[in-house]
Structure formats: C-alpha cells, structure tokens
C-alpha cells in the first residue's frame, strides 16, 4: 500500500512541477519597470571617449555608489595634493625640524613642520575652516599663488559635486517611479467593439502637464525578400474616452486599444493569444507640474500577461463626504466577463445582428403564394 502511494505521488509531482529543460522563459526588452535588457558590444575603443566627452551626462547617469565615491575621493585627493605641494614648499624655505636655519630666517607658513601638519593646513584651506593656529606669513609669493589657485579649484569641486548630486535627485526617472500600469492587460468588449485595455494610475496628487500615451508592439517579421527583422517595432494606438492627448491625469484611467482590421492584434483569439512571441510595450509621456521637467514612464506585457475575457474592477467610488475614493486594492483585478472568442466571431454575429435588425422593419408578412399579374386595358369592365 505504501509503494502505491508513493508511486502516485510521484506521478502527480512530475505532472505539476514542468523539468527545467522545458520551462518557457520570455525575455522581455522593457522589464516591468521600465527599463531597458539590452547590452552593446564590439564597440570600438575610440568610442569610448565620447563618454569623456560628454562627462556631466556620464557623471550623472552613473550609480549613487560610484557617485559617493567620486564625492570622497575628489575632496580628499585634492587635499592630498596640496598637502604636498605645502609640505615641498615647508621642506625647501627650511621651516621643517632639523633643518639648519641662518639666524633671522622667515617661515612661509606658521606650524607646518610635517606632511600630517601639512595636510590639514590643505584642509583648513579649501574648506575655509581656518583654526588660526596655521598660516601664511606672506613673506613667500609662492603660498599666496598656491593659496588662490587651491581656493579656486576647491570652489569647483563644490558647484559640480553639488551639481551632480542635486541632477541625480531631480532626475525625471524618480518621478515616474510613482506612476504605475496595471500588472497584466484585458481583452473585452467596450462600447460595441472588442478592445484592448490597460490601466495607469498617477500615485501624486501633483498632475502631469500634457500627458500622452502610445505603444510599441515587438516582434520577430520576415519580408516577402526573406529578411528577417528582430524587434520589428509597430505603434499601437491608445485613446481613453476623452481622446489620447493632454490626458486629465488626476486619477486612475482605464486606456482601450480597439482591435478592428488595422489592430496587429486582428487575427488573434482566445486560443492562439498564449502561443504568440511579441511584446507590447506602452509608454507615457508627460511634463511634471512641480518640477516642469519631462518623464517617460514604459512598461511592457508579453501574451501570457493578457487576459482574453476579463474586465478590471472598479476602482472609482464616492464616500459620504462628497470626496472621491480609489480603492488600489483592485488595481489590476479583474473578473471574467463574455467575450467573443475571436475578432471574427465578433463581426460575424454583429453582422448577423443587423441582418434580422433589417428584417424586423419589415411590415407584415410576405406570402410566398401570391403571384404579381398584370391588368390590360382591353379587359371589358362590367358596368351595374
């Protein structure tokens, strides 16, 4: 009894658990998050130097880590350099312990008789703390040409670390991080035709100025010549019932993609959705009311990720209070509805409505019998 039920077991793990050699996996160019899976290589090493170039693009861009990094060892690499450049100067004036001095001799700097005194001189110097107890004596025109060229330089690093750190704040990436779609995309009907929908939610009461959305569909073509192109990029048109441009963006909006015989989507059906190879990327762009700075936020769904037959849930609903309620709970629920299987089917019984929508306005019934003659004029009338 027990060898039976193990054996059972056994057989009903291998039919749930899918061997890793057959698991499907999808890569996506536009994770859900929005950002790009996409590596360069073979680039050319004199490329490299437009990265130089255009430095305030690449400090900007470059991860928080590699910032912090370049924040501490500017600072204290420039005060290490000057540190030397003082301590040379102590060493050849003679002002350090155990040089032989000629009586009446006249220090360059007061206190800084070793590379540790040397180095917080340097300090003191470029963040201007100034203790007093090191400084120039200003017989030496040498310390006050190093002095001005250190302050100067120490201004610098202070605008453009302040800069780079200020940018990466401000940067328009972190803005969209509190817009968000909905997890996965329906199919169903709408206003009489068979749409696509997505949602989108600003999580900010502050709006975005000039909203507008779009899509990208992502696949794999091949042209009557027998090329093939990857990531072959066709739009898709998103409106919402006010249009698609300058969306009021102060709530959550429901997006519908109508698939008619221009819609890439036209030959697809219940069935054959799941076994599709694209991507539909949707993008949104708008201008951040605050900051009035541009953003785009992007996210992407494969098939598996679209539902045929469903219907998100309501989100919208008033209290007592006259204030209007959004319930994120539901956000990306949603709840089987009826469907056409098929953009055919759909047309098909549409077409078959409007044909006994036709016949229903006839009036009375048509009689098979009756036969239409026609009345001469010869015919003699009899008169009463």
């Known amino acids: 009894m027990v060898s039976v039920s193990s054996s059972r077991m056994l057989q009903l793990l291998q039919g749930y658990i899918q061997p890793a050699g057959h698991r499907t996996h999808k890569n996506r160019l536009v994770t859900k998050d929005g950002r790009c899976n996409i590596e ?26 590699f910032v912090l990094l370049l924040f501490v060892a500017s600072f204290t690499g420039s005060w290490f350099i000057f540190s030397l450049l003082w301590y040379w100067i102590a060493k050849r004036n003679g002002d350090l ?16 008789y070793s590379l540790t005194t040397a ?34 330089i120490g201004v610098f690093i202070n605008c453009f670390m302040c800069g780079v750190i200020l940018a990466k704040i401000s940067l328009p990436k972190k803005r969209a991080k509190t817009v968000t779609f909905s997890n996965t995309a329906v199919i169903c ?24 959305i779009y899509g990208k569909l992502l696949r794999t073509t091949t042209t009557p010549d027998g090329e093939t192109i990857i990531l072959d990029q066709v739009d898709i048109d998103f409106v919402v019932d006010a249009g698609k441009d300058n969306l009021f963006f102060v709530c959550p909006l429901t ?29 949104l762009d708008g201008t951040a009311e605050s900051t009035s700075s541009s953003c785009q936020v992007r996210t992407s769904y494969i098939p598996q990720e679209i539902l045929w037959g469903y219907s998100f849930l309501p989100i919208i609903s008033r209290s007592k209070t006259g204030k209007y309620h959004v319930d994120f709970s539901n956000f990306s629920k949603s709840v089987r509805v009826t469907t056409p299987h098929c953009v055919h089917c759909f047309e098909t019984d549409a077409d078959q409505r409007n044909h006994n929508s ?27």
């Open 40 to 65: 360069f290589g073979n680039i050319e090493y004199s490329n490299h130097f437009a990265y130089l170039v255009d430095f305030w693009t690449t400090f900007v861009e470059i991860r928080w880590r």
């Open 97 to 112: 312990p155990g040089q032989n001095r000629t009586d009446g001799h006249v220090q360059c700097i007061d206190n800084v």
């Open 119 to 152: 180095f917080l001189y340097s300090l003191e110097t470029q963040t201007t703390i100034g203790y007093g107890g090191r400084a120039l004596t200003g017989h030496c025109a040498g310390t006050v040409a190093l002095i001005i060229i250190q302050s100067l």
């Open 189 to 212: 009907l709408k206003k009489g035709s068979l749409c696509l929908l997505i949602r989108v939610a600003n999580l900010r009461k502050t709006l975005l100025i000039g909203s507008q």
């Open 255 to 283: 997006l519908y993609h109508v698939i008619n015989r221009s819609s890439p989507f036209y030959e697809l059906s219940a069935d054959t959705l799941p076994q599709q190879d694209f991507e539909l990327v949707v993008f």
């Open 358 to 384: 036709h016949n229903q306005q006839k009036m009375g019934i048509d009689n098979l019998g009756f036969q239409v003659i026609d009345i001469h004029s010869s015919v003699d009338i009899t008169r009463m």
